[in-house]
């Protein structure tokens, strides 16, 4: 008698990447084809391919038709497979596929990256080109600002010079005179400091701007600056005040007046009559030194503070009072020098409160 | 002991593998390598749910990243006990792949906690607060603002959704 040869599937799979795993309905690993990957007959199939767990209802169904065609294990670095899963209609019986597509993977893990890569690339290259864009628009505002915050005080000073140089019969009442020259000297003072402001950023951020710093006292400081802030353009009918810790500080005194006269001028614009501003020194628990500049005015919206954070940048709302938008940007460069911290808290309605936090190595020691 | 598939879904690049890794492996690398189709981490967590220390298995499924969620996508989502959807605050158009990730959890996984990562905070200015509360009443979902890079908030957004899933007491085998 002849012995029949038939052919046994399985011995194909041996050696090839393919593996074959008949399951029972609790998922269990009833026979295994194939040797490319250990999936131990019966265990919990969900053990060993993890990618099953939460597709139980999935595969309870009659026709399960499930493909999942690039699954790796993330921490082991396991070959990727694709698996799949279908019911033998025959005999009821539930058939894991699982393929190695490692070539396959490598190819299209490839072209994924490099279409991820161009697309991040190309964002880049578009927000990048916005930027360049809005900072050649701002500075172009910020030049016509510039020429027109030097136009009207140089006009000032050019009328009335010419005013006084003009012959007349009769020589000009001596308090018009000296309302001409009050008229130059305020207009001249004015020119020098928007120019002391332009240098004063181009030098920050060049990193050309050095500190002459020095032990002095936040409380002299502060009361030189409530004395000039009352005097401010503006300032009549709004109450400044003074509070908090009188403590000495490692710092360019003529810096930190020039932060705390930037803020509190930005308050006196921002303010009416009968609004409040407060200039606190406050030493926190931590050991930092807290100068603030807090008003209840209008305050400002996120966009609003972004834009004034710029420089060359006005928010539209302030536009009519906020002379060259270099005001903050100084401020933010001159804490940045003193490695401070400068935060603004503001928001439409709720007025605004402009904060610089020194280190507590800029304190002394005992006051720390 | 029970484990929970949590699947990770959002945009390209937004830092959904870097995440994953910074909470299964506690590691970090600034160097962009696509992913395909899926990558499964498990991980077991120690959870507090209802004041009490509860023993997580959970398998991330770190889903390849696209703009919109596909086909593909929504096949490897099938059957998650809860997603944590990913964008990248340093993006004007964050918010877009997100709903469209959340929309698609919502309508193919009903019920099914989310968790929102505003992630790349170390190098991003905070959200605005209308787009955050929108986000989780809109989706009711957690919210973290994450760091990958310096591993700020990244146990708190999956402890968040872990707690949500373990103690709904659902999709777990």
């Given at each position: 008698?002849?012995?029949?040869?038939t052919?046994?599937?399985r011995i194909?799979?041996d050696?090839?990447?393919?593996?074959?795993?008949?399951?029972?309905?609790?998922?269990?690993v009833?026979e295994?084809?194939?040797?490319?990957?250990?999936v131990?007959?019966?265990?919990d199939?969900?053990?060993?391919?993890?990618?099953?767990?939460?597709?139980?209802?999935?595969?309870?169904q009659?026709?399960?038709y499930?493909?999942?065609?690039?699954?790796?294990?993330?921490?082991?670095?396991?070959?990727p497979?694709?698996?799949?899963?279908q019911?033998?209609?025959?005999?009821?019986?539930?058939w894991l596929?699982?393929?190695?597509?490692?070539?396959?993977?490598a190819?299209?893990?490839?072209?994924v990256h490099?279409?991820?890569?161009?697309?991040?690339?190309?964002r880049?290259?578009?927000?990048?080109?916005?930027?360049?864009?809005?900072?050649?628009?701002a500075?172009?505002?910020?030049?016509?600002?510039?020429?027109?915050?030097?136009?009207?005080?140089?006009?000032?000073?050019?009328?009335?010079?010419?005013?006084?140089?003009?012959?007349?019969?009769t020589?000009?009442p001596?308090?018009?005179?000296h309302?001409?020259?009050?008229?130059?000297?305020?207009?001249?003072?004015l020119?020098l400091?928007?120019?002391?402001?332009l240098i004063d950023?181009?030098?920050?951020?060049?990193g050309?701007?050095?500190?002459?710093?020095?032990?002095?006292h936040t409380?002299?400081i502060?009361?030189?600056?409530?004395?000039?802030a009352?005097?401010?353009?503006?300032?009549e009918?709004?109450?400044?005040?003074?509070s908090?810790?009188?403590?000495?500080?490692?710092a360019?005194?003529?810096?930190?007046k020039?932060?705390?006269?930037?803020?509190?001028s930005?308050?006196?614009?921002?303010?009416?009559p009968g609004?409040?501003?407060?200039?606190?020194?406050?030493?926190?628990?931590?050991?930092?030194?807290?100068?603030?500049v807090?008003d209840?005015?209008?305050g400002?919206?996120?966009?609003?503070l972004?834009?004034a954070?710029?420089?060359?940048?006005?928010?539209?709302?302030?536009?009519?009072?906020?002379?060259?938008?270099l005001?903050l940007?100084?401020?933010?460069?001159l804490?940045?020098?003193?490695?401070?911290?400068?935060d603004?808290?503001?928001?439409?309605g709720?007025?605004l409160?402009?904060?610089?936090?020194?280190?507590?190595?800029?304190?002394?020691?005992?006051?720390? | 002991?029970?484990?929970?598939?949590?699947?990770?879904?959002?945009?390209?690049?937004?830092g959904?593998?870097s995440l994953?890794?910074?909470?299964?492996l506690?590691?970090?690398?600034?160097?962009?390598?696509?992913?395909?189709?899926v990558?499964?981490?498990?991980h077991?967590?120690?959870?507090?749910?209802e004041?009490?220390?509860?023993?997580?298995?959970?398998?991330?499924?770190?889903?390849?990243?696209?703009?919109?969620?596909g086909?593909?996508?929504?096949?490897?989502?099938?059957?998650?006990?809860?997603?944590?959807?990913v964008g990248d605050?340093?993006?004007?158009?964050?918010?877009?792949?997100?709903r469209?990730?959340?929309?698609?959890?919502e309508?193919?996984?009903?019920?099914?906690?989310?968790?929102?990562?505003?992630?790349?905070s170390?190098?991003?200015?905070?959200p605005?607060?209308d787009?955050?509360?929108?986000?989780?009443?809109?989706?009711?979902?957690?919210?973290?603002?994450?760091?990958?890079k310096?591993?700020?908030?990244?146990?708190?957004?999956?402890h968040?959704?872990?707690?949500?899933?373990?103690?709904?007491?659902d999709?777990?085998?």
């Open positions: 008698m002849t012995e029949t040869k052919f046994d599937p194909v799979l050696g090839a990447r393919i593996v074959a795993v008949r399951l029972d309905d609790d998922l269990v009833q295994v084809a194939g040797d490319w990957c250990d131990p007959v019966g265990e199939v969900r053990e060993s391919v993890p990618a099953l767990i939460g597709l139980e209802d999935e595969l309870a009659d026709l399960p499930l493909h999942l065609p690039f699954v790796t294990l993330g921490d082991s670095h396991e070959t497979a694709a698996i799949s899963v019911r033998d209609w025959k005999s009821g019986a539930l596929l699982l393929r190695d597509v490692s070539e396959e993977a190819i299209q893990e490839r072209l490099q279409h991820n890569a161009l697309s991040l690339a190309q880049e290259l578009s927000k990048a080109r916005d930027a360049a864009l809005a900072a050649d628009k500075k172009t505002r910020f030049l016509a600002n510039v020429s027109h915050e030097l136009r009207t005080p140089l006009n000032v000073v050019i009328g009335g010079a010419s005013i006084l140089l003009k012959p007349r019969k020589a000009l001596a308090e018009d005179l309302a001409f020259v009050r008229d130059i000297h305020d207009s001249g003072t020119l400091q928007l120019v002391d402001d950023l181009s030098r920050a951020e060049t050309n701007l050095a500190l002459v710093e020095e032990w002095s409380g002299v502060v009361e030189g600056m409530v004395r000039l009352k005097a401010l353009p503006g300032a009918g709004i109450e400044i005040v003074q908090g810790d009188r403590v000495e500080l490692y360019d005194p003529r810096r930190v020039q932060i705390l006269l930037n803020l509190i930005n308050a006196v614009k921002a303010c009416k609004n409040r501003i407060e200039i606190a020194t406050e030493q926190r628990e931590d050991g930092c030194l807290v100068l603030s807090c209840n005015g209008p400002m919206s996120k966009a609003e972004t834009i954070l710029e420089p060359f940048g006005q928010p539209k709302a302030h536009d009519a009072e906020s002379g060259t938008g005001g940007p100084i401020v933010a460069r804490a940045e020098l003193h490695q401070a911290r400068f603004i808290a503001t928001a439409p709720s007025g409160k402009a904060s610089v936090e020194f280190p507590a190595s800029r304190l002394p020691a005992a006051a720390r | 002991m029970k484990a929970h598939k949590i699947v990770v879904l959002g945009d390209f690049g937004v959904k593998t994953i890794r910074r909470y299964v506690d590691q970090f690398s600034d160097q962009y390598r696509a992913t395909l189709g990558h499964l981490y498990k077991t967590d120690t959870i507090a749910v004041g009490m220390d509860r023993e997580v298995r959970l398998v991330l499924w770190d889903i390849e990243g696209a703009p919109l969620p086909e593909q996508m929504m096949r490897y989502a099938l059957g998650a006990s809860g997603a944590i959807i605050l340093t993006r004007d158009d964050m918010t877009a792949p997100m469209g990730a959340a929309d698609m959890v309508a193919r996984l009903p019920g099914r906690p989310i968790s929102i990562a505003l992630n790349k170390d190098i991003a200015p905070a605005d607060d787009l955050v509360a929108t986000l989780r009443d809109r989706y009711g979902a957690s919210i973290a603002l994450t760091s990958a310096t591993g700020d908030e990244v146990p708190r957004l999956f968040a959704l872990g707690q949500r899933i373990v103690g709904a007491g999709g777990a085998v």
